[in-house]
Nanobody, 119 residues
């Protein structure tokens, strides 16, 4: 098991919704709460794109391509971050990777989860 465990990807129709989860493993539970959490996505033939992030103070930031459709949140008691994806588009398809950036600049990654949106 890696430092971050992702779940929730899959297949959705355009206009549909999916929710991704990113849970901290036991090894890094203690650094979760102040850390910045986020997701990147990678589609074939395209550059990696940062989708969303949320700081330890719950300040959020989104790529222009997902603003108004995606919502990132976190539950520090569950050591889990979430990415709620609504109004999905085929161009949202790709591999989604969550990450954690700690206060001492360590970065941990999830294993990735595939999102496929059909038109």
């Amino acid at each position: 098991q890696g430092p971050l465990v992702e779940s929730g990807g899959g297949l959705a129709q355009a206009g549909g919704s999916l929710r991704l989860s990113c849970r901290s493993s036991r090894a890094i539970l203690s650094v979760f709460s102040p850390a910045t959490m986020g997701w990147y996505r990678q589609a074939p033939g395209l550059e990696r794109e940062q989708v969303a992030q949320i700081t330890g103070d719950k300040i959020t930031n989104y790529a222009d391509s997902v603003k108004g459709r995606f919502t990132i949140s976190r539950d520090n008691s569950r050591k889990t971050a979430y990415l709620q994806m609504n109004s999905l588009k085929p161009e949202d398809s790709g591999a989604y990777y969550c990450y954690m950036m700690t206060t001492n600049d360590q970065t941990f990654w999830g294993q990735g989860t595939q999102v496929t949106v059909s038109s």
